[in-house]
């Protein structure tokens, strides 16, 4: 049974898991209300705006790699779908979320991390600059990719003002993978923008 993070919570993926956790996939999902309606789908179903037209949200997930330092190694983004070192790859942009199933997943081989990485930082952030009033019911999951199981979920509020949100980190602790739900709102079109409000999680 998948353990339900609370904000700021910290867990370690292969106690969770029953055994160590190598290749493990992020999703980051929520629902997309245009005006009354709501848009639902599947674990990431409508996760990427809530049809055609002019209401849909174009939201982009991202993933930076940092180092020991703080600094950032490596984005995995729309732009560039695999990490140099070849260890994490994002399923590609969805820009209309249409269907169930698994509309963007970012997928992490986490035995093939460079050893200098220390942490792996999940963002989201709307590109067309529409804020999250329209976005509820926001979550974040990591899955077993070898078993497809559900490890760990993370549930929160994200309506607001805002149109980005800091979600989770993965990250390297005692020779051990952990997650932190962050849980953090920010503003930027593209992960570039929120790097001032990333850093400090890395």
């Known amino acids: 049974m998948a353990v339900s993070l609370q904000k700021g919570q910290k867990i370690s993926l292969s106690k969770e898991a029953g055994g160590e956790l190598t290749q493990v996939k992020l999703g980051l999902g929520w629902d997309i209300f ?15 705006g809530g049809g055609s037209g002019g209401d849909s949200i174009d939201l982009d997930a991202s993933c930076i790699m940092f180092d020991a330092n703080k600094q950032a190694v490596d984005a995995i983004w729309f732009s560039q779908l695999k990490s ?13 979320g249409d269907g169930d199933g698994d509309d963007e997943v970012i997928n992490v081989d ?14 989201v952030n709307s ?11 926001a979550f974040c999951r990591i899955v077993n990719a ?18 980005a949100m800091i979600m989770a980190k993965v990250y390297r602790h005692n020779n ?18 929120l790097m001032p409000a990333i850093t400090p999680h890395a």
């Open 34 to 48: 245009q005006g009354a309606q709501e848009k639902k789908g599947g674990f990431l179903g409508k996760l990427f």
């Open 84 to 96: 140099k070192d070849g260890s994490i790859v994002h399923t590609g942009d969805n820009r209309t």
């Open 110 to 123: 986490l035995s093939k991390v460079p050893a200098n990485v220390v942490s792996l930082v999940f963002t």
């Open 127 to 137: 590109f067309t600059g529409q804020t999250f009033e329209t976005v509820e019911n």
């Open 146 to 163: 070898n078993n497809n199981t559900e490890v760990a979920r993370y549930n929160l509020s994200s309506q607001g003002t805002h149109t």
């Open 176 to 193: 051990e993978w952990k997650m932190h739900a962050i849980g953090e709102t920010a503003s930027g079109r593209t992960f570039h923008d």
